[in-house]
């Protein structure tokens, strides 16, 4: 029958032998780089007003834009507003 002494070091040893059996190290692996889709530039938000990727129909306001037009406005407008 083994001692209660050789018990306790055993469970510390065969604990160790199994974490170091999980190969460790690594990380996450490597995401690719990200391309920006968002406005690069701050411009006054007045000029992309109303210019819009799918435009009302029937309304006089609203003119052909892109989406990156709708994104520009809303960082700038954002920007013009919020007190920071």
Not at 6 to 19: F, K
Not at 43 to 62: L, W
Not at 67 to 73: G, I, V
Request: aromatic share 4%.
């Amino acid at each position: 029958m083994p001692s209660l002494r050789s018990s306790s070091l055993a469970v510390p040893l065969v604990l160790s032998l199994l974490l170091s059996a999980c190969g460790g190290g690594g990380g996450a692996p490597v995401a690719p780089p990200v391309t920006p889709t968002g406005p690069t530039a701050l411009v006054a938000a007045s000029t992309v007003a109303n210019r819009c990727e799918a435009p009302r129909s029937g309304s006089s306001i609203d003119k052909q834009g892109s989406l990156l037009d709708e994104l520009t406005w809303v960082r700038s407008w954002i920007d013009e507003t919020y007190l920071w």
